[in-house]
């Protein structure tokens, strides 16, 4: 199994794509620290997990398009049609889809880890801050349950339909548009500029109200719940064309 998983990462990490994703994600990355995490939001530092949290939330959208593009190597008419042959190996399919998630979640990951050490360095750079055992949290709220509900959503839609991943693409920049409830902030970096003004100090220490903490967890749960399904479940198409080239081979 790990020589599976690392052939699936070799897949998607050496290839031109992810290395355009980087070039792409870095330069919008560094216009946000330069032009928006520098000034502070919400009267905090730009070093506060305020303001690092706004940076990952203005980055998550690029995030979770990479995360289904990725999603999309294995979805592809092209993988669906290597169906029969890896039914015929000894690996549960399962098992297989399992691998190719994992491959998928550490190709989001590194992404997730460039954006923070570009962040880190920047903050080095710019005002000589290292302190940060206090981003831990901030970063795992923010980013890990929206991936997590990506990447088990976006396997189960692209194993349905192929086309489905690329509308899924839109849904970031669709909340980002429209005004969501204060308990669907983090879906949108809202609570990160709105919340900190509802406090009294002049630059809080970071919480995370209980409402907001359960709504991230259940969507973590969610994403889990999904990729389970997704995985456990045969994409429509594989086994419409699977039929198909039996009949074919009566046929003949």
Known sequence: MSKIYCYECRRLLWNKFFG???VVLLCYGALV???VTILGVSHTAPFSPWSFGDYLSR??????????FFLSFFTSVKARRTASLIDTTPMLPSHFAFVRCAAAFTGTVILALLCIVEAAVFYRQMFGWHDWSSMVFPALVTLLPPLGFVLGSG???GRLRHWMLYVWMSIPILLAMIPLPE???????SFFTAYPLT???LDPAFTLPGSIAIVQLLLLVVGVTMLVFGSKRRS?????YTHLRAHETCAD
Do not use: D, Q, Y
């Not at 308990?183 to 970096?189: K, S």
């Open 183 to 189: 308990i669907m902030g983090l879906w949108n970096g």
């Open 199 to 201: 406090l009294e100090e």
């Open 33 to 35: 620290l330069r032009g």
């Open 155 to 157: 396997w189960l839609f």
């Open 236 to 240: 429509i198409c594989t086994v419409s």
């Open 59 to 68: 980055m998550l959208p690029l995030l979770w398009i990479g995360a289904l």
């Open 20 to 22: 355009g994703l980087i």
